[in-house]
């Protein structure tokens, strides 16, 4: 199809009214700069346990890409445990791709499936599997004078297509290659081969020889009262397009599960809730307040991230009505590398965000084995990770 016709296609199938998802991220983080305490870092004292190799930090603009930054960046340090030279992998890529999938899947259904920039973390898995990968320099998704991704264009304009392909009476042929081209406009073409280090690869070739891990090796487990333990289940969220299953575990297996993975050299990649009061970007600190905030004076609100504060213990029940009454939401995905205490002994988790590094420490934050314990979405990570026990409970 000749590319203006394509894009004159994709804009003339414009819904002029915006995805609600479309300035989610966006929104998510402005909301969270109001969780903030001056004084955050002078009050924590943080001691390391744990950190294991990671790559720099990056920021995903405004796009709802998080699960494809924390994605890759576990595969980076997948490449590091593995011995080998860290790349720094293309999440535009992962995305692009990604959109193609998930597209196919909204017209299948005919519309019934949510759209938006969302995924998971096992998206990441099921790209690398199908179109392989490519370096960030090769496939950046920027355009001359951009520095940051912004789709706030282009999200209208793909929903458009797809929610105008999925009323009609009969799909044509054509318009995944006008969906396609509307991301070429905006992101660029992918390149069928590139040179890496002096030699020439396709994204198969490029996945399969410089970055080497096997997708089937990794496992998404989650924790749900209402499923049975030790079985995979559907995660019933929206950004679950592919209808993924998930090992069903126990709440205080979730974080015995990423303790073990940490002492024995495997990070971890989390989807989470972090629309929480108790969440703070600025600051770097996640915890679960031992009152509720509605309860708060003025004084315990100004100070909620001045320094370490005890925490209640959450109950299974509690995690599942909490995820069925929408005070737990699936936000965001992070990235799990490492672990300290504070001046107390409580142990959080390092995590690594992908915001950018405007916060106290740097891109990371320290969030407390209570709040995974109760935000949790999912986790994904190597099997290997698993202890025996664990591995043959899960029938892995």
């Known amino acids: 199809m000749n590319w203006n016709k394509s894009i004159f296609l994709a804009a003339a199938l414009f819904v002029a009214a915006a995805p609600a998802s479309l300035h989610a991220q966006d929104n998510l983080i402005n909301a969270l700069k109001n969780n903030v305490s001056d004084n955050s870092k002078e009050g924590f004292k943080f001691t390391e346990i744990i950190n294991l190799g990671n790559t720099s930090i990056k920021d995903q603009g405004s796009s709802g890409t998080c699960w494809s930054y924390s994605g890759n960046s576990f595969l980076e340090s997948e490449m590091v445990r593995m011995g080998k030279q860290p790349v720094d992998i293309s999440p535009i890529f992962t995305a692009r791709n990604t959109y193609i999938e998930k597209a196919k899947n909204y017209v299948r259904l005919h519309g019934q499936q949510a759209q938006g920039d969302g995924g998971q973390l096992h998206d990441v898995l099921t790209i690398f599997r199908k179109y392989g990968a490519v370096p960030h320099d090769v496939y950046t998704g920027l355009q001359p004078g951009q520095t940051r991704n912004n789709f706030a264009e282009m999200a209208p304009i793909l929903q458009g297509i797809t929610e105008t392909i999925a009323k009609s009476k009969k799909p044509s042929a054509n318009w995944l290659a006008a969906f396609t081209a509307a991301m070429d406009a905006y992101l660029g073409e992918v390149p069928t081969s590139f040179q890496y280090n002096g030699k020439t690869y396709t994204p198969r070739t490029f996945a399969d020889d410089v970055i080497g891990i096997n997708p089937d090796d990794y496992v998404g487990i989650s924790s749900f009262e209402e499923h049975a333990y030790y079985k995979p289940f559907v995660l019933l969220i929206p950004d679950n397009w592919s209808f993924e299953r998930f090992y069903n575990v126990k709440i205080n297996e979730i974080t015995e599960i990423i303790d073990n993975a940490l002492q024995n050299g495997y990070t971890v990649a989390w989807a989470t809730d972090v ?20 309860q708060m004076t003025k004084e315990e609100l100004d100070n909620m991230f001045n320094g370490p ?18 005070t737990t939401t699936d936000d965001h995905g992070m990235h799990i590398v490492g672990l300290v205490k504070d001046q107390h002994g409580k142990e959080y988790y390092i995590v690594k965000n992908s915001w950018g590094e405007s916060n106290d420490y740097k891109g990371y934050l320290y969030a407390t084995k209570e709040y995974v314990r109760y935000k949790t979405i999912s986790i994904l990570l190597h099997k290997k990770a698993l202890t025996k026990n664990m591995q043959a409970k899960l029938g892995l």
């Open 275 to 294: 629309s929480e009061k108790s969440f703070s970007w600025k600051n770097g600190v996640a915890y679960v307040p031992e009152k509720p905030i509605e």
């Open 309 to 326: 504060k005890p925490e209640p213990t959450v109950t299974a029940a509690q995690r599942q009505e909490a995820f069925d009454n929408y």
